[in-house]
T-cell receptor, first 114, second 111 residues
Framework: DGGITQSPKYLFRKEGQNVTLSCEQNLNHDAMYWYRQDPGQGLRLIYYSQIVNDFQKGDIAEGYSVSREKKESFPLTVTSAQKNPTAFYLC?????????????FGEGSRLTVL | QKEVEQNSGPLSVPEGAIASLNCTYSDRGSQSFFWYRQYSGKSPELIMSIYSNGDKEDGRFTAQLNKASQYVSLLIRDSQPSDSATYLCAVPDQAGTALIFGKGTTLSVSS
């Protein structure tokens, strides 16, 4: 079955540690996105990638980094520079950048900083 | 920066009633609009898109767009308890390469 797989589903981190969230898709989609959601809030864009080896910052990129070495994969690293990393992280894809409104989401990764 | 505004709710309706969810947007040049449904603890899923003025119907869902007034609505007819969720309105950003989401309206349908 085609879809987006995010792992881990739950992650606990100590302050000062970097963590990497995995996102893999087998939909053959060109564009991939990372959003962050805080309780009672909408989704805020962290990074997006339209093609392999290229990505752009979203509205809240500070303290995060990404890579897009393969079409299927778009991992997100939450660095120690991110001041409030506790949140629900959602990876999404669209068939191409022109269909950015039609997103397919993974199940999300919930990060808690202890 | 484009903005999307939604009443956070909660909006409570009895089973079988019509639920009306509203969204306003700041950029008069926006051309496409999307509604996502998000169940508690789950990820969002696309339920409706609308591109031109007027109504678009899909089953029990109707999206209404009024570009002159810069609002888009989602009507849910014959509401069911399974419709209880948060509904997110979204528009593409200036470059059209990513979505900007509102904060969502939480709908509660009581049986």
């Amino acid at each position: 079955d085609g879809g987006i797989t995010q792992s881990p589903k739950y992650l606990f981190r100590k302050e000062g540690q970097n963590v990497t969230l995995s996102c893999e898709q087998n939909l053959n989609h060109d564009a991939m996105y990372w959003y962050r959601q805080d309780p009672g809030q909408g989704l805020r864009l962290i990074y997006y990638s339209q093609i392999v080896n290229d990505f752009q910052k979203g509205d809240i990129a500070e303290g995060y980094s990404v890579s897009r070495e393969k079409k299927e994969s778009f991992p997100l690293t939450v660095t120690s520079a991110q001041k409030n990393p506790t949140a629900f992280y959602l990876c999404a894809s669209s068939i191409d950048p022109g269909h950015a409104g039609e997103l397919f989401f993974g199940e999300g990764s919930r990060l808690t900083v202890l | 920066q484009k903005e999307v505004e939604q009443n956070s709710g909660p909006l409570s309706v009895p089973e079988g009633a019509i639920a009306s969810l509203n969204c306003t947007y700041s950029d008069r040049g926006s051309q496409s609009f999307f509604w996502y449904r998000q169940y508690s603890g789950k990820s969002p899923e696309l339920i409706m898109s609308i591109y031109s003025n007027g109504d678009k119907e899909d089953g029990r869902f109707t999206a209404q767009l009024n570009k002159a007034s810069q609002y888009v609505s989602l009507l849910i007819r014959d509401s069911q308890p399974s419709d209880s969720a948060t509904y997110l309105c979204a528009v593409p950003d200036q470059a059209g390469t990513a979505l900007i989401f509102g904060k969502g309206t939480t709908l509660s349908v009581s049986s």
